[in-house]
């Protein structure tokens, strides 16, 4: 085992669940999986959520969380099997020998603490270097990682700095104390493309310098094709698929591999706008209460029946703040919001009972924007009682419509959302925004927090139900992938203004503004070398300037 750092034989890992009303019963998450990684090669773990991509990363650390236990088979790191370890001894593994990249990096810092501290808390605390030692390190890989002021940022606390350079900051603290492996667990999921291509490049070059062995955990495979030599494809904790990053990409051997390949293969024809548009917005400039400076400038869009108009941008470029201001959440400091032929109150309160039941909103995330406590059938009832009325037997054959509607069965009408997948909890967000009937439907940033197959599925059903019921939507987001899937019209926004805006022919063809040729060149692409080409073109640009 000596030419292997890590050698997984037969994993199998489990689990007790609890469902209401049930028995607890023994699950199986990861069924038997094997694989090997040798020193300085970087192996990605691919596939959808559940697929145990997490559980099988951190097993490399002996660790199984939230209950999670590892029930069978061998995990070698530097030649023993550490899950025969004692606790002494994998507490010596952990930090040291294998270090963990989180996918936040804000939930995983402590606040109350200054970045240096932490990053090089591990290395002190594990007798690895001397405070100043560790700092020194510390100090070569913040600059090693491209962030600003490497000499002082570790002064810092973590809500001082972006998400992009906290995520580097992780990065740094996983490195700092010279590991063999660290784990990468989705560490550029939750950024955007401009920010993501920065954090990657310096993801790579920081393994490529340190010639330490990586796991690379992720659910988009052009991301892991940049980082990655070897890839495995996970599908309900088993393998799938193995082979190197050409292989994987350019002669895929099984149907689920294939379909990952080849997601967001939307054919969307772009349709032209009608005469009279539903939504105009009208030199919104809006800011936050307790602040001195506009969040939102001189905003101009319009939403035409039936069509979706994306807006796209980065986070703090404006477009939550833009929905905020839409549905009256945030009364803007000068403009005004036209729709469906009335001018709308700036203010929520002020809006009719029409206004509220003709413009829906969708969120990111359908865990929270649902009550755990309520049925599948009273989430989706519940719009139709208070816009329509509807009670007994004739809500509920309204909520088994709206079910089939968004391809789910009334088999679900009894369900509560912890028994819902996160493709199955959206789908049920998007029947109760339709049960009211609305012209109108905010999506903001829907697909963001969903595999790349289930987000398909989803964008897919969304377009379908535009077809059916005319409905017309403002899709918030930051995916040009799922962009170009849906839109007939964008907005690019770019600190609180609106920077290029037409019809999707218009804007996605050049010549371009820097910042929509910024992020278009910074959606990742299913090919190889993708990354160090974009880099290589973006250093060109600059010194030409």
């Known amino acids: 085992m000596s030419d292997q750092l890590l050698k997984v034989r037969d994993l199998k890992i489990g689990a007790t669940v609890y469902p209401p009303g049930e028995k607890p019963h023994d699950i199986q998450i990861v069924h038997g999986v094997s694989f090997d990684l040798a020193p300085g090669k970087v192996l990605g773990l691919i596939g959808e959520s559940g697929a145990g991509k997490s559980t099988i990363g951190l097993s490399a650390m002996a660790y199984g969380r939230g209950g999670v236990e590892i029930t069978g088979g061998e995990v070698w790191v530097n030649g023993r099997d550490i899950l025969q370890e004692s606790v002494k001894g994998l507490r010596a593994l952990r930090g040291t020998e294998v270090t963990y990249v989180s996918q936040s990096a804000a939930a995983s810092f402590n606040p109350a603490k200054k970045i240096m501290d932490q990053v090089t808390e591990a290395s002190v605390s594990q007798g690895k270097f001397s405070r100043a030692d560790a700092e020194a390190k510390a100090v070569e890989l913040f600059a090693k990682l491209g962030l600003p002021d490497p000499e002082n940022i570790g002064s810092r606390y973590p809500h001082q700095v972006s998400g992009g350079q906290l995520q580097r900051c992780m990065t740094a603290l996983a490195l700092c104390p010279e590991p063999d492996l660290v784990v990468f667990d989705e560490p550029t999921t939750a950024l955007d493309v401009t920010t993501q291509i920065d954090v990657l490049m310096a993801i790579k070059e920081a393994i490529r310098d340190t ?110 703040t833009l929905a905020r201001v839409i549905t009256g959440l945030l009364p803007p400091r000068d403009g005004r919001i036209e729709f469906s032929d009335r001018t709308l109150s700036p203010d929520l309160a002020g809006r009719t009972r029409d206004d509220l039941r003709e413009l829906q909103m969708i969120y990111q995330m359908a865990d929270v924007a649902m009550n755990p406590r309520q049925t599948v059938g009273t989430i989706i009832g519940r719009p139709l009682e208070f816009y329509f009325g509807l009670r007994g037997e004739e809500k509920r054959k309204r909520i088994k419509e709206l079910l089939d509607e968004i391809e789910m069965g009334d088999g679900f009408i009894d369900r509560y959302p912890a028994e819902l997948s996160g493709g199955q909890k959206q789908r049920v967000c998007i029947a109760r925004a339709l049960a009211a009937q609305p012209k109108l439907i905010i999506c903001d940033e829907v697909t963001s927090a969903l595999d790349p197959l289930v987000a398909d599925g989803i964008l897919k059903l969304l377009l379908d139900l535009q077809k059916v019921e005319n409905v017309a939507y403002l899709f918030i987001t930051h995916d040009l992938a799922t962009v170009r899937a849906i839109a007939d019209s964008i907005a690019v926004m770019y600190q609180g203004r609106v920077v290029r805006y037409g019809s999707k022919s218009e804007v996605l063809s050049p010549p371009f503004d820097d910042y929509t040729d910024l992020l278009l060149s910074s959606v990742p692409e299913m090919k190889l070398g993708w990354l160090e080409e974009v880099i290589a073109n973006r250093k060109m640009e600059s010194a030409g300037n």
């Not at 330490?212 to 494809?233: G, K, R």
């Not at 005469?275 to 936050?288: F, G, Q, S, W």
């Open 211 to 320: 010639g330490v062995a990586a796991l690379y955990i992720t659910h988009d495979l052009a991301v892991v094709a940049q980082v990655s030599d070897d890839i495995m494809v996970l599908k309900m904790g088993e393998m799938v698929e193995y082979g190197s990053v050409d292989q994987i990409i350019n002669a895929p051997q099984e149907d689920y591999t294939k379909a990952l390949v080849s997601v967001r293969s939307i054919d969307h024809e772009e349709k032209t706008p009608t005469d009279n548009p539903m939504l105009k917005v009208e030199n919104i400039t809006a800011r936050y209460k307790g602040t001195n400076f506009d969040v939102l400038n001189d905003v101009n869009v319009e939403l035409h029946p039936g069509q979706t108009l994306a807006i796209v941008g980065e986070s703090g470029s404006g477009k939550s």
